[in-house]
């Protein structure tokens, strides 16, 4: 064990033995009972560990209680949000209907072909037919 190494495992896991990795603990353990300067770091390490150990937070107050429940979102009911819902599909439903609606005025009219003497060309047949008669 060398000097470096014992500072790392007492500075890293405090000065308590049973928190220090198993595998180095004999050897760190012989090395404290064998170096007075080790010793001396074990007895910081343990008033740190001491103060560490009491320091207490205090328990909120009811004021700060109240705040954080205060400044909290409050929840909204079922209903609410069936009917934010509802209103959502509502709407698209409108888009769909108007656009329906403006397509059924401003689209152009079909001519009713059953009225119509006019012959129909299509591409099977516009061969025998003669295009200057097409007014």
Do not use: C, K
Request: aromatic content about 8%; glycine content about 10%.
């Amino acid at each position: 064990m060398t000097p470096e190494r014992f500072r790392e495992i007492v500075e890293a896991y405090g000065a308590a033995p049973r928190r220090w990795p198993e595998t180095e603990r004999a050897a760190a353990e012989a090395f404290a009972r064998g170096n007075a300067e080790a010793r001396h770091m074990l007895a910081r390490e343990a008033d740190l560990d001491r103060r560490l150990g009491a320091y207490r937070i205090a328990p909120p107050g009811r004021a700060l209680t109240g705040a954080v429940v205060a400044a909290a979102p409050s929840r909204r009911s079922s209903w609410t949000s069936v009917l934010q819902g509802l209103g959502i599909v509502g709407a698209g439903l409108a888009g769909a209907v108007a656009g329906a609606f403006l397509m059924a005025i401003y689209a152009p009219s079909v001519p009713n072909l059953i009225d119509d003497d006019r012959p129909i060309l299509t591409s099977f047949d516009a061969g025998d037919f003669d295009l200057g008669e097409i007014q």
